[in-house]
């Protein structure tokens, strides 16, 4: 499968903490990107970090590339209640398509 | 600006019914596609397009048909619906310039079940 990896599939963590979730791949990419689901809805774009680029901020978020793992990392800091949802990373290896991962079930405990 | 819409929100099919999810955005994007979402399967691309009148197969096409007459619309046909096509149905949209990946625009999906 083409499909990325991710891990954990699911993390518990309680507000305030940070939360940190990994994604792997098997092939050369163009580009990786993080998308945060809330259930039930559409995914909603986070950050784009580009295959020369290590390292991206924006906001609480913090995303990382290894291109020489293959891996990528997304920090969300000091999390909230409304963090709550499902993260997929997805990456890009040619043109436009974007080929996604199963995702990680993020639940922030007040 | 509405972004993606897809339509209907929710639809029941019979097996062998045909039925077209519509998807429609007005952000003048040029790529657009199609995923389903499956539990445990994440996102899965069925069919995408680089513009108008340019269409291509995605990793699981069969069971589906599209089309891109205008620059807006990108409907999805699915020719004779099965239990295994249950699923929930994603649009998305992107811009694309010089070369450059920008990031996705999802629609807000269509839940479909097949009995």
């Known amino acids: 499968s083409q499909q990325g990896e991710e891990d954990p599939q699911a993390l518990s963590i309680q507000e305030g903490e940070n939360a940190t979730m990994n994604c792997s791949y098997k092939?050369?990419?163009?580009?990786l990107q993080w998308y945060r689901q809330n259930s039930g809805r559409g995914l909603v774009h986070l950050i784009l970090?580009?295959?020369?680029?290590r390292e991206k901020h924006s906001g609480r978020l913090r995303v990382t590339l290894d291109t020489s793992k293959k891996s990528s990392s997304l920090l969300i800091t000091a999390s909230r209640a409304a963090d709550t949802a499902s993260y997929f990373c997805?990456?890009?290896?040619?043109?436009?398509?974007?080929?996604f991962g199963q995702g990680t079930r993020l639940t922030i405990n007040p | 600006n509405a972004g993606v819409t897809q339509t209907p929100k929710f639809q029941v099919l019979k097996t062998g019914q045909s039925m077209t999810l519509q998807c429609a955005q007005d952000?003048?994007?040029?790529?657009m596609s199609w995923y389903r979402q499956d539990p445990g399967m994440g996102l899965r691309l069925i069919h995408y397009?680089?513009?108008?009148?340019?269409?291509d197969q995605g990793e699981v096409p069969n069971g589906y048909n599209v089309s891109r007459s205008t620059t807006e619309d990108f409907p999805l046909r699915l020719l004779s619906a099965a239990p295994s096509q249950t699923s929930v149905y994603f649009c998305?949209?992107?811009?694309?310039?010089?070369?450059?990946?920008?990031?996705?625009?999802f629609g807000s999906g269509t839940r479909l079940t097949v009995v």
């Open positions: 998305a949209s992107s811009l694309t310039r010089g070369g450059t990946t920008y990031g996705y625009t």
């Open positions: 092939t050369s990419i163009n580009n």
């Open positions: 970090i580009r295959s020369n680029e």
């Open positions: 997805a990456f890009s290896q040619g043109a436009q398509k974007l080929v």
């Open positions: 952000m003048n994007h040029e790529y």
């Open positions: 397009s680089v513009g108008a009148g340019i269409t």
